[in-house]
Every structure is written in C-alpha cells, then in structure tokens.
C-alpha cells in the first residue's frame, strides 16, 4: 500500500480538510526537494527561476494526483495550495495581494499543463517537435511574470525571432523532458512505498 493510499485509505473516498492538508504540505515539500535536479542538470537559473521551478514541480505533482484519482475537489485543493504558498517564507512574491497571486497561479498553472500535454502529444506522435519556450522563459529569462513574453520563438514575426534565445530553450528541452521524468519516477516510487 503506497504512501497516499494510506493519507486516502480509498481513491475514490472524500478525504478529510487534515488529510488535504497533509497531502498539501507533502507535495509542497517534494516541489522544493526536487527544484534543484533541473538546476543542477541545467544552467542556474536567476534568484526567482528557482520558484518557477518549484512552481513547475508543483503543478506536475497536483496534476499526478489529480489523475490518479486522489484529489477529488480540484478547485478547493488548489485553493488549499494558493493559501500555503502565499504564506511560504520562500515565495518570492509573498506580498502579492490575494487576488495578484490567485492570477498568477492560475496563468502558471495553465502554461505549465498547456506544455506539458503539449509535449506528451509531440512525443506520441512520433516526430513532431515542441519546445517549452514558456517554461524556458518564466525559468530563465523572465521570471514572475504572468504572461512570459515568447516572441524570440515566433517563427511567423522574422523581425522578434531571436535564434541564439531560441537555440538556449531548444538545449532546455531534453532537460525539461529529464526533469518531469524524475518527478514522476519519484511521484511512482512514493506512490508504490
């Protein structure tokens, strides 16, 4: 019986606001244990990258659960995550008002799940390519911004194209694609403990 079977007992059970809490502070514990595999494993990035990097983890972690059948009440668990990490001592936008840091979340929430479904079609379609400039950019070139400005990668637009930008987030992919295998290895390995 894995980790959280024992935090639920069952899948498919409502749990408890104690158990939410548990379950909460344990991925929020994992997101940050696992910020420095894609540091070490790419360039460091700025002061703030490292909480977009947390942010990534997080989100992978929540939407693992959510699909496993572990969360049922998505949008009060995220709620639950919102108030947590408003409250972290290591969030860097800390004084953002309730609703500064709801937008946030939501916008990086909603670039983070875009990318990595994106990716996960790419893959399974044998050949075609994508690239997280998203993540790419909140990481390394913009940090903390709701909509990361990506118009180095518009091939339509010659004149924003920047191809030495473009080069570093191509060199990301694999790294990315490394770290959200590490994160679920890890999520698989706590899951079956």
Not at 17 to 40: D, F, R
Not at 49 to 65: A, P, R, V, Y
């Amino acid at each position: 019986m894995g980790i959280f079977d024992r935090l639920f007992r069952r899948k498919n059970k409502a749990i408890s606001l104690q158990q939410k809490n548990t379950i909460a502070n344990a991925i929020i514990e994992l997101a940050k244990e696992c910020t420095a595999n894609l540091e070490k494993s790419n360039k460091q990035p700025p002061k703030n990258g490292k909480f977009e990097i947390f942010m990534l983890n997080l989100e992978f972690f929540t939407q693992q659960l959510l699909d496993r059948g572990y969360i049922k009440d998505e949008q009060d668990f995220r709620f639950l995550l919102v108030r947590k990490l408003m409250s972290d001592d290591e969030n860097p936008i800390r004084g953002y008002t309730d609703q500064e840091f709801l937008e946030y979340y939501s916008s990086r929430t909603a670039l983070i799940e875009y990318e990595i479904s994106s990716l996960t079609k790419a893959m399974k379609s044998g050949g075609k390519m994508f690239i997280p400039v998203y993540s790419f950019t909140s990481i390394y070139k913009t940090p903390l911004v709701n909509e990361p400005d990506t118009s180095f990668a518009d091939f339509e637009d010659l004149s924003k194209f920047d191809p030495l930008i473009m080069e570093e987030a191509t060199d990301f992919l694999p790294k990315y694609g490394e770290h959200l295998n590490f994160i679920f290895t890890k999520i698989n390995n706590i899951y079956s403990a």
